[in-house]
């Protein structure tokens, strides 16, 4: 039953794949290729990046440690 399934829809997409014309084939849509940006120092606070960080009651910051450390 699923055989015969498969082989008709098989058979369909063959027919629909004739209409297709042939077409050249495209790489880019734009010409633009490997654009970039240029590279910025941006300026780095570490209390502003550090002030989301989970801390005990000493003030040390808690991190999770690796499952692949024992």
């Known amino acids: 039953m699923i055989e015969k399934e498969a082989e008709k829809i098989l058979e369909e997409f063959s ?3 004739e209409k297709v ?3 050249e084939e495209t790489h880019y849509i734009v ?3 490997n654009r970039t940006r240029a ?3 941006r ?3 570490p ?3 550090l ?3 989970p801390v ?3 003030g040390n910051i808690i991190v999770e440690r690796g499952e692949w450390t024992q």
């Open 15 to 17: 027919k629909a794949l």
């Open 21 to 23: 014309p042939e077409l």
């Open 31 to 33: 010409d633009n290729l």
């Open 39 to 41: 590279d910025k120092k």
């Open 43 to 45: 300026k780095h606070n």
């Open 47 to 49: 209390k502003r990046i």
């Open 51 to 53: 002030k989301n960080a």
């Open 56 to 58: 005990d009651e000493e």
